[in-house]
Structure formats: C-alpha cells, structure tokens
C-alpha cells in the first residue's frame, strides 16, 4: 500500500512569507504527526491530529500552525518565515496515534529553505 | 528540559563488524522506546522498539538494550552491512498514552560502513 507523501518535497521561500505544507497519510491512519529537522536542533515535535483535532503540541510558537481534514490529510502552515525554519518538515502517520501499539510510518519530508 | 542524547554523532565501522549505537534518556516517565534508522533524503524507519518492563528485545540482526537503572539504551547491529549506512535515532515517549503521539528524538548517530 502506498506510504505517507508529502508535498511539495522542496520549496524556496523568502523572510516573512508564508508556507504550507501538506501531507497524506497511509490509508486508513486517523493520527497524523509533524516533525522539524534541523542539523542543530534535531528531530522536534511540532503538533499532532487525530480526527481533525489537534490532541498534542510541542513548543514552537503561534506562527507554526495545522489542521487535518476529514478524510485524515493534514497541512502544517508557518507564518512570518524566518531564516530558522528552514529545516525538513516530516509528517508521520499511524492508525490512531497510540504509543506503543501503533507503528508511526514517516513520510520523505518537505525540505523548506528560507533566504 | 528532558531530552533523550546520543554519546557519539558518528561511528565508523568496517563490513561484517557489529555496531554498537548508544542513546542516554532523561525522561524517567518514559517507557516505550524506539529506533529509527533515516537513509540520506528518506523519512526515519522503525527498526525495533522496546518497552521499560524488558531490557533486552532482538529483531533480525538488531538488539535492543535497556538498562533503566542508568537511563541508557543501545542498538546493536550484528554483521554490519553497506546498506546500514545511515542516521540512527533512539526515541522515547509513554505507551499508551491518551494524549496521543508525541516522540522525543535523540541527536543521532552517523553510521559509515566501510567495504
């Protein structure tokens, strides 16, 4: 079955713009994650979803925000670009979200470059 | 804040080796732990996951280690091949959790196969 794809897989953006993201799950997965990477801070959790509420939020500020719709897809949206966003945004997705019983399947990231 | 860290960014083994990776955890909370393995331009993929109640769980050529009593947990690689190749990542999180998913991702470990 096909895994979770995001799109787009690269994007160039400028200070102070806006981006969004999005991502489709495995079919079938309800609970759909958001992750940053960046070479200095790491993997860092940003938010998760569940059918479309938002159950779970790391600490990153307001400017970070997503949704997921009803038919499980998700969009992360960032605000006010900045320098420090740039990084590769990886979405995860597992049945209903629960450690330990759900496998949690990555998907190949948006790389997103700030200038 | 709580955070899980790895000892060493990079280990540099020769085929046919075994590799030892090493991830320290803070979290004494934390009882479901993971392994991930992130190939150059691919999301993280789950190798093996062990819970705080085993300290030992073996998949095919892999072993998990747990010694709770020093927040530690290592990955060992049996018969190291070019395809391991790669960035590994120790995760922790509590299983079950109603709050849903939410991992804590350790720094990483380069892993270089020399043939």
């Known amino acids: 079955k096909a895994g979770v794809t995001q799109t787009p897989r690269y994007l160039i953006k400028t200070r102070g713009q806006q981006v969004t993201l999005s991502c489709s799950p495995i079919s079938g997965h309800r609970s759909v994650s958001w992750y940053q990477q960046t070479p200095g801070q790491g993997l860092q959790f940003l938010f998760e979803y569940f059918s479309e509420t938002q159950r779970n939020k790391g600490n990153f500020p307001g400017r970070f925000s997503g949704r997921q719709f009803s038919n499980s897809r998700s969009e992360m949206n960032v605000s006010t670009l900045e320098l420090g966003d740039s990084a590769l945004y990886l979405c995860?997705?597992?049945?209903?979200?629960?450690?330990?019983?759900?496998?949690?399947?990555f998907g190949p990231g948006t790389r997103l470059t700030v200038l | 804040g709580e955070s899980v860290g790895l000892h060493l960014p990079t280990l540099s083994v020769q085929e046919g080796d075994n590799s030892i990776i090493n991830c320290a955890y803070s979290n004494s909370a934390s009882d479901y732990f993971i392994w991930y393995k992130q190939e150059s331009g691919k999301g993280p993929q789950f190798i093996i996951d062990?819970?705080?109640?085993?300290d030992k769980r073996q998949g095919q050529r892999v072993t998990v280690l747990l010694n709770k009593t020093v927040k530690h947990l290592s990955l060992q690689i049996a018969a190291t091949q070019p395809g391991d190749s790669a960035v590994y990542f120790c995760?922790?999180?509590?299983?079950?959790?109603?709050?849903?998913?939410?991992?804590?991702f350790g720094e990483g470990t380069q892993l270089t196969v020399n043939p």
């Open positions: 062990i819970r705080s109640n085993m």
């Open positions: 995760a922790e999180t509590r299983a079950g959790e109603t709050s849903g998913s939410r991992l804590t």
């Open positions: 995860a997705s597992s049945l209903e979200g629960r450690e330990g019983v759900d496998e949690q399947f």
